[in-house]
């Protein structure tokens, strides 16, 4: 955790507490095709189910999309990802503590999620609309400013950087000091490299080995690695289900370096892994 950030995080729906050091947030897609769990959880009750499941597994953040990312996914419509959101957004913040953060990049449909309960925005394109950084300003949400190369449906034909962590670096310390023009304050705002975003293999793989450049910003750094074709490449797993290994060894570097939160699918066993590696980060 940065030296200047306190280790309570609190706002009016919601606080995290990193006085123990990386948190887990906890992917649930109300998508029929996400890259990992598409299909599964369309039904509100399954996800809520499945989001109430990973709570008690240790997430500490629930964070709910209405539309896959995957590379060479198209969009979808507000009015689409509402219909799926809000339902599992207003179920679940019922039923728990743990802040809900809605993974859209769209103010009508981050602004229904936090209608129904949502306390955090998770915007993959790190406030391209100038309406969501006033949303999370006027509303006191944290918000995550993701780092993306193109859209989704093109953004693997050949990315191209030439410093890929200072490009990164620069492109979110710039995203991060518009967010505070806005009036959100430093402590609420995390910086996203966008793993897998616009970025090959060895994109992916400088931006974890430097993930301490984000860390020793100040802001905080969440990740989001879990399960993604980066790992498949590296292991040869074909089915997204069989990376939690590879998943988990990014985790713990993660974890080890600094990182904030990462944005896993497999809650229980991450949340093991960034006990452990912490733990072993922090003594001594
Ligand atoms: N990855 C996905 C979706 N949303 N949000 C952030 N902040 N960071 C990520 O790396 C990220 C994200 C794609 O994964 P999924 O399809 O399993 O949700």
Redesign the pocket.
């Known amino acids: 955790m940065c030296e200047s950030c306190d280790s309570m995080l609190e706002w009016r729906t919601g606080r995290l507490d990193f006085s123990c050091g990386c948190l887990v947030m906890g992917?649930l897609?109300v998508?029929p095709d996400?890259?990992?769990?598409?299909g599964q959880f369309l039904d509100r009750d399954r996800a809520i189910e499945h989001g109430l499941r990973m709570a008690g597994e240790g997430a500490a953040v629930i964070?709910v999309?209405g539309e896959?990312?995957?590379p060479g996914s198209r969009p979808v419509c507000a009015g689409e990802q509402i219909a799926r959101v809000a339902p599992a957004i207003r179920g679940l913040s019922e039923k728990i503590d743990a802040p809900i953060s809605v993974?859209t990049s769209d103010f009508e449909v981050a602004r229904a999620a936090l209608d129904a309960g949502a306390g955090m925005i998770?915007?993959?394109t790190a406030l391209s609309d100038p309406r969501m950084g006033k949303l999370a300003a006027e509303c006191g949400v944290p918000v995550?400013l993701?780092h993306m190369r193109g859209v989704p449906a093109t953004m693997q034909a050949e990315p191209q950087y030439g410093d890929v962590v200072q490009e990164v670096l620069e492109f979110l310390l710039a995203r991060a000091g518009r967010a505070e023009q806005f009036g959100i304050p430093k402590e609420r705002i995390?910086i996203?490299?966008?793993?897998?975003?616009g970025k090959t293999l060895e994109h992916n793989l400088l931006l974890l080995r430097h993930i301490d450049r984000f860390v020793g910003t100040g802001y905080r750094v969440?990740?989001?690695?879990?399960?993604?074709s980066f790992i498949g490449s590296l292991t040869g797993r074909e089915r997204?289900g069989d990376r939690i290994f590879g998943t988990a060894a990014t985790v713990a570097l993660c974890a080890a370096a600094g990182v904030s939160v990462v944005?896993v699918?497999d809650v229980a066993a991450m949340v093991d892994v960034v006990k452990v590696a912490g733990a072993v980060s922090r003594c001594g």
């Open positions: 992917v897609n998508t996400s890259f990992s769990d598409g964070d999309g896959s990312t995957r993974d998770n915007d993959i995550v993701m995390f996203d490299p966008g793993i897998g975003f969440l990740a989001g690695t879990s399960r993604k997204a944005r699918h």
